[in-house]
């Protein structure tokens, strides 16, 4: 059946695919593929956080970062949201 989408083939260790296993049974996930799927998605979103995280870092001063530091996750979280 034709498709606009992309198709990717995998193939995995035994380990890899175990643990792709667990993955799904605490998910409740049925499809092996559809496991990889989310993962992938999962994994790409937490590439493009740390890259906002680290441009926002690179922009700082020491001085800035210090109080980042000092003043706790909360700083950094405002920051974060400023960039969006």
Same mark, same amino acid.
């Given at each position: 059946?034709?498709?606009?989408?992309?198709?990717?083939?995998?193939?995995?260790?035994?380990?890899?695919? $175990?643990?792709?296993?667990?993955?799904? &049974?605490? !998910?409740?996930?049925? *499809?092996?593929?559809?496991?990889? /799927? #989310?993962?992938?998605?999962?994994?790409?979103? $937490?590439?493009?956080?740390?890259?906002? &995280?680290? !441009?926002?870092?690179? *922009?700082?001063?020491?001085?800035? /970062? #210090?109080?980042?530091?000092?003043?706790?996750? $909360?700083?950094?979280?405002?920051?974060?949201?400023?960039?969006?």
């Amino acid at each position: 059946m034709p498709s606009t989408k992309h198709r990717i083939n995998l193939t995995v260790s035994d380990e890899v695919y $175990a643990r792709i296993k667990a993955f799904m &049974v605490e !998910n409740g996930i049925q *499809n092996d593929a559809t496991a990889c /799927l #989310q993962m992938v998605v999962q994994r790409l979103n $937490a590439y493009e956080n740390s890259k906002v &995280v680290f !441009n926002t870092m690179r *922009n700082l001063t020491p001085e800035q /970062l #210090q109080a980042f530091a000092s003043e706790g996750i $909360a700083v950094v979280k405002a920051e974060i949201d400023k960039e969006k």
